[in-house]
């Protein structure tokens, strides 16, 4: 069974940073491609950053370019959202999801071609 655990969201005044945790289990984790998709309240849900699963290419949306760094560490089956310069409208429960097998590259932004999805965690940015 496929587990996906979010951690290290929380609360942070505008302008700080945040590192949030995607614990993978129950496949290898090394052969697919990763992403984090966020929801804010009232809004659809959105994608943020994908990395492949080679971990050589990464995608990102517009919003969040230059600020927020995705990386994953085979090792640990553990992939990770770095996000820097954070502002309020990054408010938002933050959820990290596996790809389906094959999956192409410019596909990691859409989200029906992600199997599996964690339960999210919660960033709040304060102003």
């Known amino acids: 069974q496929v587990q996906l655990v979010e951690s290290g969201g929380g609360l942070v005044q505008a302008g700080g940073s945040l590192r949030i945790s995607c614990a993978a289990s129950?496949?290898?984790?090394?052969?697919?491609?990763m992403g984090w998709f966020r929801q804010a309240p009232g809004k659809e849900r959105e994608f943020v950053a994908a990395?492949?699963?080679?971990?050589?290419?990464?995608l990102y949306t517009d919003s969040v370019k230059g600020r927020f760094t995705i990386s994953r560490d085979d090792a640990k089956n553990t992939a990770y959202l770095q996000m820097n310069s954070l502002q309020p409208e990054d408010t938002a429960v933050y959820y990290c999801?596996?790809?389906?097998?094959?999956?192409?590259?410019?596909?990691?932004?859409?989200?029906?071609?992600?199997?599996?999805w964690g339960q999210g965690t919660q960033v709040t940015v304060s102003s």
């Open positions: 999801a596996t790809a389906r097998s094959g999956t192409y590259y410019y596909d990691l932004r859409r989200a029906p071609w992600y199997e599996y």
């Open positions: 990395i492949t699963r080679s971990g050589s290419s990464t």
């Open positions: 129950g496949r290898t984790f090394s052969n697919y491609g």
